[in-house]
């Protein structure tokens, strides 16, 4: 991966913007030779883009960034505090128990914070809600941890976002995980899924906090190479839960394919999001998706009647915690 941005050659190349001959970084979807700092300004430049093009901030929003202590967040995190320095923003991070790592996420989200000089609010899933992501090992989802992790941090921070009364969550997926996920849709056939798989998605219920994800146009290695560049306090270890996951093989294959395929990625999302995403809602306009609310937690769902996926799956832990507190 490093070869397809990061120049290999040893003779100086000149940047294309402003001429120094210190170019370190070829971006091969846009034929660009940058140096660092016209590399970290271009990517600024394109996050804005984003957001503009998607209207996905306004001045008077009080904004939610979704932290880990990744590269990805960190980066999000570190544009937005540099961009939009006007608009309220605070960082939320989900101490989900994994031993080591999230301890060491939460030393580098509270040194991020330190460094933006923003309020960083920590949600502890055992101290909040008595269980820890491993947890969830001994039950059905004991083989697809990073499903029932991803249904539990959407949960949480809709719901902290509510009750703080923020107006948007803004979240670091970048376009990896977006064609990771989309390539995954395809695959099941859930096109409900490719429907809400966009970069703003806006209120559809009065306790659903609008979500935009403004690194939707950079790749992993766009973000790595940023947050190293600016410094950024990102993590150093990899959450055991992750290795091996059928999200990371997928994003292994995507990786070979965009080997053979030059702009594979970039292609992909804008066919998806120019073509297809259009034809697919002005087909389908009819069955939108109703939005209900949870009978047990009061939170939207789209499940009517019914518990809601955040419900259902911490319904499972039932028979651990109660043999725990006895």
Known sequence: MFEEISQGSSMPIKCRRCKAENAEVYLSHLN?????ECFMLLTERRVKHTIDAYKMLAKNDRVGIAVSGGKDSSTLAYILNSLFDKIDMVLIYIDLGVPDYSKHCLERVEALAEM???????????????????DFKQTVYGRKICSACGTIKRYLLNKIAYDLG?????TGHNLDDTLEAL???YLEGNVEA?????????????????????????TDFECLLYAGYRKLPTRTVECQFSR???????????NMIAEKIPNFKHSFINSHFK?????????????EIKIYECPTCGMPTSLEGMPCHFCKLTKTLRPQLTQRSL
């Open 116 to 134: 933006l000089d923003k309020e960083l609010i920590v949600y502890s899933l055992e101290g909040e809600m008595g269980f820890k992501i491993g």
């Open 194 to 218: 490719m429907l809400r798989l966009k970069p703003y998605l806006p209120r559809t219920h009065p306790k659903f906090v609008p979500k935009i994800k403004p690194l939707i146009g950079l």
């Open 183 to 185: 390539f995954n849709f």
């Open 244 to 254: 091996g996951s059928r999200m990371q093989r997928r994003k292994e294959l995507l």
């Open 166 to 170: 923020l107006t948007k969550i803004a």
């Open 275 to 287: 073509r297809i995403l259009p034809n697919l809602e002005a087909s389908l306009g009819s069955r």
């Open 32 to 36: 660009l030779n940058l140096c660092p």
